[in-house]
């Protein structure tokens, strides 16, 4: 048990960090960013043909239809190929809207993970101003 507890304690502490806090506080700001929009269906400039693609393209090949053999793809296989859990996954089990929607909000997810990380990069090489202005670019863009 004790060792439960000083696992706690240590990431109790973590989160006292003032950078800490302030970048989780980013990473939060640039998940709502992202977010937000996407659940009141107004993305800025519309919504982007290629999400679309990739989900679609994700979606055949959880069925079995290989982008390239069974049809042409002009996008690279990368992003289809690491949405297709998700997309073969939730299609199945909640049709096609959910999927996306689940999709997406992976995304807005992974865009807030990586802003937390820009920040602590930026803080290791060149300190505080250096990562609030890299990781709030990075959040809202």
Known sequence: MTSA???VDRWS????????????AIATVAFLSRLIPELQGELPGGSDYDEGVYF????ALARGIVPY??????????VPLLLTP???TFTALFGS????????????FAGAITTFL???CALKLSG???????????ATF
Do not use: K
């Open 56 to 59: 679609a393209t994700a979606n």
């Open 128 to 138: 505080r101003s250096a990562a609030i202005i890299a990781s709030l670019l990075y």
């Open 69 to 78: 053999r069974d049809f042409v793809s002009i996008h690279p296989p990368g």
């Open 118 to 120: 820009i920040y602590r």
């Open 13 to 24: 502490e973590r989160l006292r960090n003032p950078d800490i806090a302030l970048a989780i």
């Open 97 to 108: 809207t959910a999927g996306f929607l689940f999709a997406r909000v992976l995304a807005a």
């Open 5 to 7: 507890t000083s696992r």
């Open 86 to 88: 998700i997309a073969g």
